[in-house]
């Protein structure tokens, strides 16, 4: 099966801009996840879509950070505007109902911020 | 709020040889998943092994190995016979089972094969 598609691969944006990343998991997962890592730190849980409700955005920062996933399939994450210590790899995961055998991640969006 | 500890931050090995990287969780739930991922240097989090809170046996997937210990609150990964293809970072990461739940992950470890 394909695998959980990110784009673009690398950002380099000036602080106050805006920067949006592109997520399509695999085909038939109803649950789209979207990680920041942190240079040095483990992955954090920004917001969890099951198909096209949001279950947990406890942590997104939401005066700057926006998401949605149209449709339950693909996803956007969306910063604006950005600042430096935006700078981390976005993950997206995506995983089927029964999720307790771990989700599938793509090969994230590593964004600068200068 | 559950916790997940890696407290090695860097590891090596020789090639060949086993290794053991520990992790430690705090929780107040009996049901519940831990896993293994690593991540190489291309960023995808690759599933290593996974194992059931419930289920006392500890897990095993080829080379990898598990010691679940569920009274500690560790749940160590050893690789047996290190490849150079095994360096990568590793994260322990712990899920509940219910509804809604999500992934935790500790800081990782860097674990380095040398040849």
């Known amino acids: 099966e394909a695998g959980v598609a990110q784009s673009p691969r690398y950002k380099i944006i000036e602080k106050r801009q805006s920067v949006a990343f592109w997520c399509n998991p695999i085909?038939?997962?109803?649950?789209l996840y979207w990680y920041q890592q942190i240079l040095g730190q483990g992955p954090k849980l920004l917001i969890q879509?099951?198909?096209?409700?949001?279950?947990?955005d406890s942590q997104l920062p939401k005066d700057r950070f926006s998401a949605e996933r149209l449709k339950g399939v693909d996803s956007t994450l969306k910063i604006q505007p950005a600042k430096l210590e935006d700078s981390a790899v976005y993950l997206c995961a995506s995983s089927p109902i029964s999720r307790y055998y771990g989700y599938t991640f793509g090969s994230g969006t590593r964004l600068t911020v200068v | 709020a559950q916790t997940v500890t890696q407290s090695q931050p860097e590891m090596s090995v020789q090639e060949a040889e086993t290794v053991t990287l520990s992790c430690t969780y705090d929780t107040s739930e009996s049901n519940y998943y831990l896993f293994w991922y690593k991540q190489p240097p291309s960023r995808q989090m690759i599933l290593v092994i996974r194992q059931e809170a419930y289920k006392q046996q500890n897990a095993t997937e080829n080379r990898f190995s598990v010691n679940f210990q569920k009274a500690a609150k560790s749940f160590s990964l050893k690789i047996s016979d290190s490849q150079l293809g095994d360096t990568a970072m590793y994260f322990c990461?712990?899920?509940?089972?219910?509804?809604?739940?999500?992934?935790?992950f500790g800081a990782g470890t860097i674990l380095r094969v040398k040849s």
């Open positions: 990461a712990f899920m509940k089972k219910e509804y809604g739940n999500k992934l935790v």
């Open positions: 085909s038939g997962h109803a649950t």
């Open positions: 879509f099951q198909n096209n409700g949001v279950v947990d």
